[in-house]
């Protein structure tokens, strides 16, 4: 089991320019999430899906959109970048039940110019 | 909503007991309390979770008063590689899900 992994570990934008991050959990997990981390902020949830074909805003949705087409995967697209979203990116993974375990990626540094 | 708050940072020697508390003053009915610890360039990794009184496993005990407005994890026997960021996660399931993350506590083992 590779458990939770992000592509790309590490990119650089522009300003204007977009991306996608790409999680991908091989667990059969219902729930996943994608985070942001910025310093002294801790962990702020941007988005979450608790199914396939879901999605739901966390508590700093703007500027990020979200899909879920397949169980396994959990796309984050920035459409247009801004250097507020300079941060390190994570996705978690959980089975969905009531206890809330979160299985974490390894993270997406990005640096936006 | 819940907030938690826990201190910043913590210092501790080797083979010491360290025990981290985490406030959550208005924790929901169906919120279940969860610590997590980070290395750095690394995700959170799950240590404990539990809903009230006491809980423990091969790594941590994590303690619950009745009124469920704080928690304890303590760290038995700290090791130089306990050295990381212990955050505390409050929340529930379901589709309106609040997950409270703490701003982390950075603990720092010394030899």
């Known amino acids: 089991n590779a458990g939770v992994t992000q592509t790309p570990k590490f990119r650089v934008l522009k300003t204007g320019q977009s991306m996608t991050l790409l999680c991908a959990q091989d667990?059969?997990?219902?729930?996943m999430y994608w985070y942001r981390q910025d310093p002294g902020m801790g962990l702020r949830l941007i988005h979450y899906?608790?199914?396939?074909?879901?999605?739901a805003k966390g508590e700093v949705p703007d500027g990020y959109n979200v899909s879920r087409l397949k169980k396994q995967n959990f796309l984050l697209g920035l459409e247009s970048a801004a250097p507020s979203q300079t941060s390190v990116y994570f996705c978690?993974?959980?089975?969905?039940?009531?206890?809330?375990?979160?299985?974490f990626g390894p993270g997406t540094r990005l640096l936006v110019l | 909503l819940a907030k938690t708050t826990q201190p910043i940072s913590m210092d501790s020697y080797e083979g010491q007991e360290v025990n981290i508390t985490c406030s959550h003053n208005?924790?929901?009915?169906?919120?279940?309390i969860t610590w997590y610890q980070q290395f750095p360039s690394q995700g959170p990794r799950f240590i404990i979770q539990?809903?009230?009184?006491?809980v423990t496993n091969e790594v941590a005990s994590l303690f619950i008063p009745a009124d469920r407005k704080s928690s304890t994890l303590s760290l038995p026997r700290v090791s130089l590689s306990d050295t990381a960021v212990y955050y505390c996660?409050?929340?529930?399931?379901?589709?309106?899900?609040?997950?409270?993350w703490g701003l982390g506590t950075s603990l720092a083992v010394n030899p």
């Open positions: 978690a993974s959980s089975k969905g039940q009531n206890q809330e375990t979160q299985y």
């Open positions: 667990m059969n997990h219902e729930y």
């Open positions: 899906s608790v199914g396939e074909g879901t999605t």
């Open positions: 208005n924790i929901a009915t169906n919120d279940y």
């Open positions: 539990g809903y009230k009184t006491k």
């Open positions: 996660l409050v929340g529930n399931a379901g589709n309106n899900r609040k997950l409270i």
